[in-house]
């Protein structure tokens, strides 16, 4: 079975990508893709979206789908197992940009029990020595989609700017 897993960066990115008329369209599509099993995130997601996004719309879906989530979770051993090979994806000094971490160990978790995960990320980078979850993926050998390539896949390019 495929699964997507979104970062914190995709979900924000989703304010600025739908055309406006369009919302209902896309979300009512993305529910469905987390009520069958083949969209998710981590709680880490979660809660750095609630600080970033308040407010927003994309904020308020992910809250509202949350509960409907299959394939959320992972083994508590997995981030040590994950930072031993991507170590480089840590930020210590700051707790707020470690949901990348979580996205992560979902998806490494996920792919270890059988599961084809792809990571769906707008992580660019933001300087300093924290490679972006693109480079995680690619170093751990998941699969990593843009967004905007993942909405294409569920033909929703037409709700799209």
């Known amino acids: 079975m495929s699964l997507y897993i979104l970062d914190a960066y995709s979900v924000i990115e989703l304010e600025t990508m739908v055309l406006a008329n369009k919302r209902v369209t896309l979300y009512a599509a993305l529910t469905a893709e987390v009520a069958a099993g083949r ?4 709680d880490a997601v979660l809660a750095e979206c609630r600080e970033l996004g308040e407010g927003e719309v994309a904020t308020i879906w992910l809250m509202g ?9 992972f083994p508590g051993s997995t981030p040590m197992t994950l930072l031993a090979k991507v170590p480089d994806l840590l930020i210590e000094d700051d707790p707020g940009e470690q949901s990348q971490i979580a996205v992560a160990c979902l998806a490494a978790a996920k792919a270890e029990a059988g599961l084809a995960p792809t990571v769906v990320s707008e992580d660019a980078g933001f300087g300093g020595d924290r490679i972006t979850l693109g480079e995680a993926c690619a170093t751990l050998a998941i699969p990593c989609s843009d967004l905007r390539s993942y909405l294409d896949g569920l033909g929703l390019a037409p709700c799209l700017n």
């Open 39 to 42: 969209l998710t995130f981590p």
């Open 65 to 73: 789908v949350a509960g409907s989530r299959q394939q959320a979770t």
